[in-house]
Nanobody
């Protein structure tokens, strides 16, 4: 069994910074891709950043230059460093891991963490 635990959400002022974390644990698995998504009230879930199988990191245009996604392979943890936060970044943020357990592919999602950007 695989589990994801997110942390780091909260309230931040415009222009401020916040770091989200997501740790995967459990049965033996191979990680293919890792991503951060967000969903604002009344909107569809959207991709924020993703580390592809080859290690390339892609960002949504709206967060380029402000957000940085990174990984710690030893801790099986991914991070989303949010700088210069904007009101429009307010959303529930979810991490996503695409993994192989044995010969089966699974897509695991974190429980979501609320990020609110407000003065």
């Amino acid at each position: 069994q695989v589990q994801l635990v997110e942390s780091g959400g909260g309230l931040v002022q415009p222009g401020g910074s916040l770091r989200l974390s997501c740790t995967i644990s459990g049965s033996r698995f191979i990680i293919y891709t890792m991503g951060w998504y967000r969903q604002a009230p009344g909107k569809q879930r959207e991709l924020v950043a993703r580390i592809a199988t080859g290690g390339t990191t892609n960002y949504a245009d709206s967060v380029k230059g402000r957000f940085t996604m990174s990984r710690d392979n030893v801790k099986n943890t991914v991070y989303l460093q949010m700088n210069d936060a904007k009101v429009e970044d307010t959303a529930v943020y979810y991490c996503d891991f695409l993994v192989m357990v044995g010969s089966t592919q699974y897509d695991y999602w974190g429980q979501g963490t609320q990020v609110t950007v407000s003065s």
